[in-house]
């Protein structure tokens, strides 16, 4: 069991997806309370279903400043506290150039990586300043935030600027005994990969299936991660394993990076 993560609570947003939902199951294993958001209402839904009753299941969209307001002021009324916020939740960027770039897509992708990120801390900074014990945040970015590549320059921005959100944030958070880390992973096999593997294929002239082994192979550890494994560096950061460890960007990348 990882330390200090029993009986304590967590917001996992983002939680109907593939590494949302593996964090959920993984800090709910570890015995904490955990309010599971998505604007997937069904998906947490049927997570709440499955774990039980320290698990509550909210429909809200994270790029809502009211809606983040709400899942906060529910957690706390229904369990008392949020002593970690995991900000998950995040989309993939149409495969364009910049050259071609979409502003529709621009949008979105800032609103639901960047604005709900921002969002999210403001709240749990609120919040965690009221508890004697504070709080740990952890926000998934990703190794798009740390290096470009083609075709992905809204998402690749976007990642960056979570990284670079946090960079501030655990300025102002660590005089507060606040924690703040990034979790930023490599390719993980999850439902928001099928369509960049479609559009970086057709980029690349080439077809799906070996666009997907090229992308194993570029891998030093030859394969996608699986979305667990994701969930238990972020449950490790969130936990009191790793009290000195405050500003951090984690790859978990099977050695895609650097
Ligand atoms: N899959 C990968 O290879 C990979 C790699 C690096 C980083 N990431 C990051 O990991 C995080 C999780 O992605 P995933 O791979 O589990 O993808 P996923 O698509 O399975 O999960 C994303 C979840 O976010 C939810 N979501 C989207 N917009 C929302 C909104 N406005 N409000 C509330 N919820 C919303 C979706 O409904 C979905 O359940 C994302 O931030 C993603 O950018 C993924």
Known sequence: MLKGIAGKTAIVTGAAGGIGAAAVRRLHAEGANVVAVDINQAGVDALATELGDRVLAIGADVTSPEDTAKFFATTVEKFGSVDMFYANAGVESRVLTVADFDINDFEKVFAVNVLSAFLGASAAMRQMATQPERGKIVFTASIAGLKG???VGVYVASKHAVIGMSKSLMKEAGPQGIR?????????????????EEGLAGLAGIDVETFKGAMSAAVPMGRYAEPEEIAATAAWLLSDEVPYMHGEVVTVGGGLWP
């Open 180 to 196: 703040v880390n990034v979790v930023a992973p490599g390719v993980v096999d999850t439902r928001m990969m099928r369509p960049l």
């Open 149 to 151: 590549d083609a075709g």
